[in-house]
């Protein structure tokens, strides 16, 4: 399989994108993947259906845009590393716990928008408050105590994350329009995800990744209440203790909200531009064509030498018509002097 002027796609690239999409026809009842959802959201679907349908280029992951409430984890160290890095709070996404994920707005919370009395008596069952929602006990707004010669706390942390997309090219050329599209579509952080790619005609396929970190959000909400025996494998449920007021999370969530809509509208101006530049008439990755020049057309160096020309040749007539005039006037005058005996 080639493009006109794009080179051709390497059968490895291909090899891999046939793995990829075999996963990706699997019924959504068996599909599973690493994400907190397990599956592909439902928000993005149309879109990497698009992209995968176009040649030289594949989806490897992707999130719509969600909103995420997370508990760090905490690393074990051995007691110098615990010495020297007492403060430093731990854990990460490998060892720590999802309160709360969305990817859609959130707004059928109980406190402040979304629910009323009608709706309880129909029996929609909405928490009361965003604490609960999220699994936090509300605090006094004081952080936990640090004490010399104890774990940091685990602290909670608020997300807003906009869309992030990873496509795999078969070539730098297929790459291109990729990122030409999420430049111009608000995506502007968005780049190749690693230079490996230029490695060897046959080597890793370029993976852009395509994202805007300006509309990210994040805020510490809570923390952990838990002693420094507790790990994330004991039994006992820990306490999840609020650093904020309810009012906060509304804002937090306020914001959210409005960025989802501006998500939506970046992701599809994203997949237009990418369809315009990957259309039929221009296969993706191939270089820009020329436009058609219209009847008559003339290339601005030749026009010029043209006008060069012609001015050459008008000058070279007018003097020729000079000199005529100046032969004709003199013979007159010569003539007009003559003794008419001599005529």
Not at 19 to 36: F, G, H, M, N, Q
Request: proline letters at 6%; charged letters at 30%.
């Amino acid at each position: 399989m080639s493009s006109p002027e794009g080179g051709t796609i390497p059968e490895v690239f291909e090899s891999r994108k046939r793995k990829i999409l075999a996963e990706l026809s699997v019924p959504d009842t068996e599909y599973t993947d690493l994400s907190p959802k397990g599956s592909v959201d439902e928000g993005i679907r149309d879109l990497i259906h698009d992209i995968n349908a176009l040649p030289g280029l594949v989806t490897t992951s992707s999130c719509a845009g969600r909103i995420s409430v997370f508990l760090e984890g905490r690393k074990k160290q051995n007691d110098q590393q615990q010495e020297q890095r007492q403060f430093a709070p731990s854990g990460g996404k490998g060892a720590g716990k999802w309160l709360y994920v969305s990817h859609d707005p959130l707004k059928d919370y109980w406190t402040g928008c979304g629910g009323d009395d009608s709706d309880l008596r129909q029996g929609k069952d909405y928490p009361r408050s965003l604490h609960e929602l999220f699994g936090m006990v509300p605090g006094d707004g004081k952080p936990a105590r640090l004490e010399k010669g104890h774990h940091a706390p685990r602290l909670v942390r608020f997300h807003y994350d906009p869309m992030i997309l990873h496509i795999m090219a078969a070539t730098l050329h297929h790459a291109h329009p990729v990122l030409s599209a999420a430049a111009t579509s608000g995506f502007r952080e968005s780049g190749l995800q690693s230079l490996r790619c230029l490695e060897g005609e046959n080597g890793p396929s370029p993976i852009v990744a395509v994202r805007s970190a300006g509309l990210s959000l994040e805020s510490v909400i809570g923390y952990c209440e838990s002693s420094d025996e507790e790990d994330d494998t004991s039994s006992k449920e820990p306490v999840i203790r609020s650093l904020v007021t309810e009012e906060y999370l509304q804002m937090l969530v306020a914001i959210s909200n409005e960025r989802f809509s501006i998500n939506a509208e970046r992701k599809e101006r994203f997949r237009t531009s990418l369809l315009n530049l990957c259309s039929r008439e221009q296969p993706c990755g191939s270089r820009t064509r020329p436009k058609a020049k219209p009847e008559g057309w003339e290339d601005p160096a030749a026009r010029r030498e043209r006008k060069r020309a012609e001015g050459l040749m008008r000058k070279k007539v007018l003097d020729a018509q000079a000199k005529s005039t100046d032969n004709e006037t003199a013979t007159y005058e010569m003539g007009w002097g003559m003794d008419p005996t001599q005529l």
